[in-house]
């Protein structure tokens, strides 16, 4: 089962935009540790995740919003992404503290950016 797990936004002010967000959706923010540059909303419930970043908007590369998704087998759900038409960009893994995180960025047929990632 694949489900959204985060939506992303592109943003010159993320803190401000996940003031507004955090307090228009009752949300909580989530304490990341100092490193890590975006700001994160925790939404009530089995919603998606906000994620405010700051990134440049409007261009293929950086959209000023893309979706997460999550499942738990990341390479098969790609595999069926691609069977569907979409086109991987790349696979990448970052490690912050003790987690390891690895998500691949694909595009839809139209060219929006989007991520597969396991919970």
């Known amino acids: 089962m694949v489900k ?4 992303t936004f592109a943003c010159n002010d993320p803190e401000r935009l996940a ?3 955090e307090a228009a959706l009752d949300g909580e923010r989530r304490d990341l540790p100092p490193s890590i540059d975006p700001e994160v909303v925790d939404r009530p ?3 998606p995740d906000l994620l405010f970043k700051e990134l440049p908007k409007g261009t293929e590369q950086d959209l000023p919003i893309h979706l ?3 499942t738990d087998d990341r390479e098969a759900t790609v595999d069926r992404l691609r069977d569907l038409g979409a086109s991987v960009r790349e696979t990448k893994t970052e490690t912050v503290a003790s987690r390891t995180s690895t ?3 694909l595009e839809d047929p139209e060219g929006n950016g989007f ?3 396991e919970p």
């Open 4 to 7: 959204i797990k985060t939506i």
């Open 19 to 21: 003031s507004f967000w």
């Open 45 to 47: 419930g089995d919603g």
């Open 68 to 70: 997460d998704l999550a």
């Open 103 to 105: 998500w691949t960025i």
């Open 115 to 117: 991520c597969v990632t």
